[in-house]
């Protein structure tokens, strides 16, 4: 018996075949959930009218994700704590340490928190998480011009907002 053709589910009936084939590939469920789901998102955000082929512009834009996240990776290899030796762990032999660590930690929130959301996050995106320029660019919708605006008001603002935690 022949198999019926299989219908054109358009591009929300392929996501989670998509999924699927992303996780086979990389063998993270999440990290190939994420990517899908920025890819998604951006073409939601999106007018819809310059983009002909909704499911290839998914799939390709999944693929640059995880493509990034590898050489991220490839660039800041990571061990696990536990594969450590004793000998290389960070000690804190200053008491006072933890308490101004976690006052600086909760002022930089309070300061992110200040700047405007695009700004907030494309210097988060880059700075914090590693993502080039152009890459922020991307997930943002915006030129690269604007995210160099971005990251540099968002430095000027934690540079002044932060100055009294700066040793003299």
């Known amino acids: 018996m022949p198999r019926s053709k ?8 392929c996501y989670a075949e998509m999924v699927r084939g992303w996780v086979r590939k990389m063998g993270n469920t999440h990290e190939a959930e994420d990517a899908l789901q920025d890819a998604a998102v951006g073409l939601l955000k999106s007018d819809g009218g310059h983009i002909l082929e909704p499911r290839a512009y998914l799939y390709r834009a999944s693929m640059n994700s995880l493509a990034g996240n590898a050489r991220r990776e490839a660039r800041l290899p990571t061990l696990p704590l536990h594969e450590i030796s004793e000998d290389d762990h960070p000690r804190d032999v200053d008491s006072g340490a933890a308490v101004r660590a976690a006052q600086l930690a909760a002022a930089v929130e309070a300061a992110l928190l200040q700047l405007p959301i695009k700004c907030r996050q ?10 080039s320029q152009q890459e922020v ?4 919708g915006v030129s690269l011009n604007s995210v160099e605006r971005y990251i540099m008001r968002a430095m000027r603002h934690l540079r002044d907002a932060l100055h009294s935690y700066a040793p003299d």
């Open 122 to 131: 494309a210097y988060i995106w880059h700075r914090l998480e590693g993502y």
């Open 6 to 13: 299989p219908q054109d589910k358009g591009w929300i009936g």
């Open 137 to 140: 660019a991307a997930r943002l």
